[in-house]
């Protein structure tokens, strides 16, 4: 009797062990393109804005580098917040080619996060109207997962022209780095870092064992990368130099149960194009 409670409870123990804390599939995917990405296209075709990226590394401080960026900081201004920039497809029609091929790779999921931005929403959309039965999952809007605020930055859209109008703001971005450097009225890095570890521990108490969908952006999903990860400084300026994710780009971690104390999230793709 005494050595059937015993094997009882190296039964339960066992299960306490093997219980998974983590989705059993999280699915991460960058909005569509946005009018800001195509601005930020047509600013670096412009043969104007390559003679001032010129000047700028001549001299960011000369008169020249002062008058090229009044002009562009003016001739590309988006004129509207980073959270009401939408999409150039409204319809995104590349994000439905990405619901219908998720389909037919992935089971539904229990639930779906969107950041509050509205590329975000609309390319949600989108990939309803390639997946419809999404339209009846669990949705919730969350604003842990939006993107890195830019703060006075977003005025000019450009990082340059920030600099060269605020040069104290380059002095200190030279000083303290890109992973470390704080944006005015902005986030740095390791403040999205802390935001979506939060949402990942929502994600370990509200929503284990289940399949979530994200719909977000370029820095979360390198955020969410080097926090699962526990990438350093260094590595994830690498990552973010050299892969960064494409729009409607979909990365995959699995839950993986026999791995580690409670299991653990497992990258199974990243950045995948399925347009």
């Given at each position: 009797m005494i050595r059937y409670k015993r094997f009882k409870r190296s039964l339960k123990s066992q299960e306490r062990r093997q219980a998974m804390k983590w989705p059993e599939y999280l699915l991460l995917i960058r909005?569509?393109?946005s009018k800001f990405n195509i601005l930020k296209e047509e600013k670096n075709a412009d043969p104007e804005y390559k003679e001032f990226c010129r000047e700028y590394k001549n001299n960011p401080e000369s008169a020249?580098?002062?008058?090229?960026?009044?002009?562009?900081?003016?001739?590309?201004a988006l004129g509207m917040s980073d959270s009401q920039t939408s999409?150039?497809?409204?319809?995104s029609s590349r994000a439905k080619i990405v619901g219908k091929k998720l389909k037919q790779e992935f089971g539904k999921p229990d639930v779906i996060f969107y950041s509050p931005y509205l590329r975000a929403r609309q390319t949600l959309d989108g990939i309803i109207s390639g997946w419809p039965e999404l339209a009846r999952v669990k949705t919730y809007e969350e604003e842990r997962i939006r993107e890195q605020e830019r703060g006075l930055a977003l005025f000019y859209s450009d990082w340059r022209v920030f600099h060269v109008l605020h040069p104290e703001q380059r002095q200190?971005?030279?000083?303290?780095?890109?992973?470390?450097?704080?944006y005015p009225q902005g986030e740095n890095i390791p403040m999205v870092r802390d935001r979506n570890r939060s949402w990942v521990s929502a994600l370990i108490r509200d929503f284990h064992d289940r399949k979530v969908l994200a719909i977000t952006h370029h820095l979360n999903i390198l955020a969410l990368r080097a926090?699962?990860?526990?990438?350093?400084?260094?590595?994830?300026?690498r990552l973010d130099e050299k892969g960064k994710p494409i729009n409607c780009g979909v990365t995959c971690y699995e839950g993986v149960p026999k791995e580690g104390e409670n299991g653990r999230l497992k990258l199974k793709f990243y950045n995948r194009q399925y347009y």
């Amino acid at each position: 009797m005494i050595r059937y409670k015993r094997f009882k409870r190296s039964l339960k123990s066992q299960e306490r062990r093997q219980a998974m804390k983590w989705p059993e599939y999280l699915l991460l995917i960058r909005h569509d393109v946005s009018k800001f990405n195509i601005l930020k296209e047509e600013k670096n075709a412009d043969p104007e804005y390559k003679e001032f990226c010129r000047e700028y590394k001549n001299n960011p401080e000369s008169a020249n580098t002062v008058a090229w960026a009044k002009i562009i900081a003016e001739r590309y201004a988006l004129g509207m917040s980073d959270s009401q920039t939408s999409l150039v497809d409204i319809e995104s029609s590349r994000a439905k080619i990405v619901g219908k091929k998720l389909k037919q790779e992935f089971g539904k999921p229990d639930v779906i996060f969107y950041s509050p931005y509205l590329r975000a929403r609309q390319t949600l959309d989108g990939i309803i109207s390639g997946w419809p039965e999404l339209a009846r999952v669990k949705t919730y809007e969350e604003e842990r997962i939006r993107e890195q605020e830019r703060g006075l930055a977003l005025f000019y859209s450009d990082w340059r022209v920030f600099h060269v109008l605020h040069p104290e703001q380059r002095q200190l971005y030279d000083l303290l780095g890109p992973y470390w450097y704080q944006y005015p009225q902005g986030e740095n890095i390791p403040m999205v870092r802390d935001r979506n570890r939060s949402w990942v521990s929502a994600l370990i108490r509200d929503f284990h064992d289940r399949k979530v969908l994200a719909i977000t952006h370029h820095l979360n999903i390198l955020a969410l990368r080097a926090n699962l990860e526990r990438l350093s400084e260094k590595k994830f300026i690498r990552l973010d130099e050299k892969g960064k994710p494409i729009n409607c780009g979909v990365t995959c971690y699995e839950g993986v149960p026999k791995e580690g104390e409670n299991g653990r999230l497992k990258l199974k793709f990243y950045n995948r194009q399925y347009y």
